[in-house]
């Protein structure tokens, strides 16, 4: 393709990649605490797709090498995985270090560097070790945000001289969502109060890794982030009904992790609400300090779908209590296109609007597409007679998501980078092995892994740096 003219020309520098994070790939060899949901895996194993579990996953642990190896044959200049705060700390409260742990993520990340590629290191991906649950509420309670800032100071001090990039949470909404109000997560309690202060814990847990980071002399030159999942809130129609429920979701959605970690607050009026309803989280002004002084450097965004709302026109339904969709309902709009493997409408526009937002309110941020991608059931169907699964669907998921990122790229915002979720078919929690979302493919019974068609269609793209 040398010298012919790309379309879609990408920054210099700019951040090809994928992500996984630790709990869904490594498998739990050699680990000496339970997550959430090694946890729940263990007690109630049939409510995992198929039985499976996290026991093996994509055995990234005793193959890393040669997975990164694949990764970097397809063109990766960036890689994002997780550190399993279960994996790394022997004794939670002393801080005493699994130097197992230490080893593979030392490991892991001079691997990375080996193979040309920028690590990213993400310190909560869903992973709560059980005890911490069962000993203190988890993220209910504020000694427990304390001690993930002081773990998260150790892997800023192990590893912070390597790794220049980090990003404390993935998606904290989705714990408020799936361990407090959809039970799709251990411990599944539904209770919109405790969901709050969990929402609020969350944002003062990353404002206090924050602060640790900016403390440790090796990280002066690295940046800290956060990994949010942007849904943006789409109204049914343009009346004043729908326009204040899209409000809301986008409130409750999005800015209550947005706001707090790009600006140092509260989105406006969610204090007001959430008081008169009678669910608002108890926090210090030391605290609301602490928030405020500590915002991130730049922001990883996953998009995958955006949400629906209208006003409600059913009752709200307080038998189980409060919940934020007293104030929108979805809206299933007419001709919207799905991906019909997951249950997600397919937007790419909304890779655009994310886009604009950031530039236009949130001070124009550096932010990465830190996730995309498509999730689909039974890959095996497209084999090739060369063994290769021709996922020519995945192409053109990615191919329209960056021409709607370019397109915001152009208008100013400054976007660095777009990482696939994910590099080799990962476990997907309850959804275990259902939907596969790789560039690689991942036999589960041989635990041979394949490059994709779409891998060999982005390394193209990554050398010429667009399409
Ligand atoms: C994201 C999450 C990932 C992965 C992905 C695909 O929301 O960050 O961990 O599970 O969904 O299901």
Redesign the pocket.
Known sequence: MEGQRLKYNFPENFWWGAAT?GP?SEGRFNKKHRNVFDYWYDIEPSEFFDEVGPNIASNFYNSYKSDLKMMKSIGFNSFRTSIQWTRLIKDFETLEVDYDGVNFYNSVIDECIKNEMTPVMNLH??DLPIELYEKYSGWESKYVVELFAKFARKAFELFGDRVKYWTTF??PI?IVQGQYIGEFHYPKIVDGKKAMQVAFNLNLASARAIEEFRKVEHNKDGKIGIIL?LTPAYPRSNSKEDLLAADYANKFHNELFLDPAVLGKFPDGIEETLKNDGVLWEATSEELNIIKSNKVDFLGV?Y?QPIRVKARESEFDYSNGWFPDKYFEAYEMPGRRMNPHRGWEIYPEAIYDIAINIKDNYGNIPWYIS?N?M?VQNEERFLNAEGVIEDDYRIDFITEHLQFLHKGIEEGSSCFGYHL?TPIDCW??I?AYR?R?GFISLDLKTQKKTIKKSGYWFKEVTENNGF
Do not use: K, L, P
């Open positions: 994070s869904q991906h869903f993935n998606e989705v999942n996953n995958y996730e991608g999730g979720w997907s929690w959804n939907n979302y």
